[in-house]
């Protein structure tokens, strides 16, 4: 059982907005603004696609936006595309015990 | 070009070990943390364990702690990851990435089967 909680599946249509959630406790996303977001495509590594609860790397989509509220953190996809379709992960700080813990993974799928 | 190759991955028996590697191109190794985040097949991914630029601080997750050990050479950009005492569900992709808080580089892995 992962430490942070996401949705198995999630799915939209081209152009479609949609939103995939990750729920923590107060022992990590909601006590640090280190949560991120990575993009594994099937086969491929991990890419980062946010980090800093909502800051983009070079490169990434505006497409894509974070968001945090208490306990759960939020990725967005706007104008879906065929290309987003992927697993999506987030990873959080969880303090000097446990330290980094990865959400259990959502699978997106473009109809 | 930011580039980390894994390497070392292969068939090992239960309660075998394998040591696994990574070497970094195209930036200033010593100067970040590195990770091991591994993927089991068909799941999700699971951090594994980090080191810090200098090796100064070491951090594992619990469910590791005792069997798995992380180390560096920065002298060959390199990065390591001893395994010993392997168990099936050791059998993964391992990933090296780096980067602390986020990692924002990762190589391709190699695949670790456990397996009689």
């Known amino acids: 059982q992962s430490a942070l909680t996401q949705p198995a599946s999630v799915s939209g249509s081209p152009g479609q907005s949609i939103t995939i959630s990750c729920t923590g406790t107060s022992s990590d996303v909601g006590s640090y603004n280190l949560v991120s977001w990575y993009q594994q495509h099937p086969g491929k590594a991990p890419k980062l696609m946010i980090y800093e609860v909502s800051k983009r790397p070079s490169g990434v989509s505006n497409r894509f936006s974070g968001s945090k509220s208490g306990n759960t953190a939020s990725l967005t996809i706007s104008g879906l595309q065929a290309e987003d379709e992927a697993d999506y992960y987030c990873?959080?700080?969880?303090?000097?015990?446990?330290?980094?813990?990865f959400g259990g993974g959502t699978k997106l799928t473009v109809l | 070009e930011v580039q980390l190759v894994e390497s070392g991955g292969g068939l090992v028996k239960p309660g075998g070990s394998l040591r696994l590697s990574c070497v970094a191109y195209g930036f200033t190794f010593s100067s970040y943390t590195m990770n091991w985040v591994r993927q089991a097949p068909g799941k999700g991914l699971e951090w594994v364990a980090s080191?810090?630029?200098?090796?100064?601080?070491?951090y594992y997750a619990d469910s590791l702690k005792g069997r798995f050990t992380i180390s560096r050479d920065n002298a060959k950009n390199s990065l390591y990851l001893q395994m010993n005492s392997l168990r099936a569900e050791d059998t993964a992709v391992y990933y090296c990435?780096?980067?602390?808080?986020?990692?924002?580089?990762w190589g391709q892995g190699t695949l670790v089967t456990v397996s009689s």
């Open positions: 080191i810090s630029d200098k090796s100064s601080y070491i």
């Open positions: 990873w959080s700080y969880a303090g000097s015990s446990t330290y980094w813990v």
């Open positions: 990435a780096r980067g602390l808080r986020w990692p924002d580089y």
